[in-house]
T-cell receptor, first 114, second 111 residues
């Protein structure tokens, strides 16, 4: 089946720094990828839709200047959390669209901001 | 917007059958998916219903009633490894066919 990877799997950073998370589709091309955030014992919340070669579409309430998304190629989307603060600590998960009704999820990135 | 409701927790005995319900409200319904997530892991796809009726995949079955905006996941012959969180997710036809997840149901399988 389709494989999606994320890097890093865990990251700890100081408050005020920026963190970049990569999402790669390993054996297929994905024109559309999605970024989710999940707080402990809560559901996945869609943050944004990342489209190759164009600007990301952000969900209501998600700050686009804080969560920078770049989808520069058909196999890579990046999420940069800028000026991270402790409240940004969360589990960030990407997914890649394989077909109209199928997405494959990456293993997630655990971000801890001190 | 989208709204999906699931029971927060379910406990069942190993070998038994359990049903996890999901009711939804959405503006552009395309289909209902179910995902399993173990602690610290990524969601894994279980099933997808676009049309009314029952879809069976091994021990797991999923049902959809579009007129009732309702679906359920049925897990048979429960195993200890089935202890996990289960999410229903609506595939929304407005926009980019986005997935919007339900509140999640924590299933605990006991011996």
């Amino acid at each position: 089946g389709a494989v999606v990877s994320q890097h890093p799997s865990r990251v700890i950073c100081k408050s005020g720094t920026s963190v970049k998370i990569e999402c790669r589709s390993l054996d297929f091309q994905a024109t559309t990828m999605f970024w989710y955030r999940q707080f402990p014992k809560q559901s996945l919340m869609l943050m944004a839709t990342s489209n190759e070669g164009s600007k990301a579409t952000y969900e209501q309430g998600v700050e686009k200047d804080k969560f920078l998304i770049n989808h520069a190629s058909l196999t890579l989307s990046t999420l940069t959390v800028t000026s991270a603060h402790p409240e940004d600590s969360s589990f960030y998960i990407c997914s890649a669209r394989v077909s109209a009704d199928t997405q494959y999820f990456g293993p997630g990135t655990r971000l801890t901001v001190l | 917007g989208q709204s999906l409701e699931q029971p927060s927790e379910v406990t069942a005995v190993e070998g038994a059958i359990v049903q996890i319900n999901c009711t939804y409200q959405t503006s552009g319904f395309y289909g209902l998916s179910w995902y399993q997530q173990h602690d610290g892991g990524a969601p894994t796809f279980l099933s997808y219903n676009a049309l009314d009726g029952l879809e069976e995949t091994g021990r797991f079955s999923s049902f959809l009633s579009r007129s009732d905006s309702y679906g359920y996941l049925l897990l048979q012959e429960l195993q200890m490894k089935d202890s996990a969180s289960y999410f229903c997710a609506v595939l929304d036809q407005t926009g980019a066919n986005n997935l919007f997840f339900g509140t999640g149901t924590r299933l605990t399988v006991i011996p």
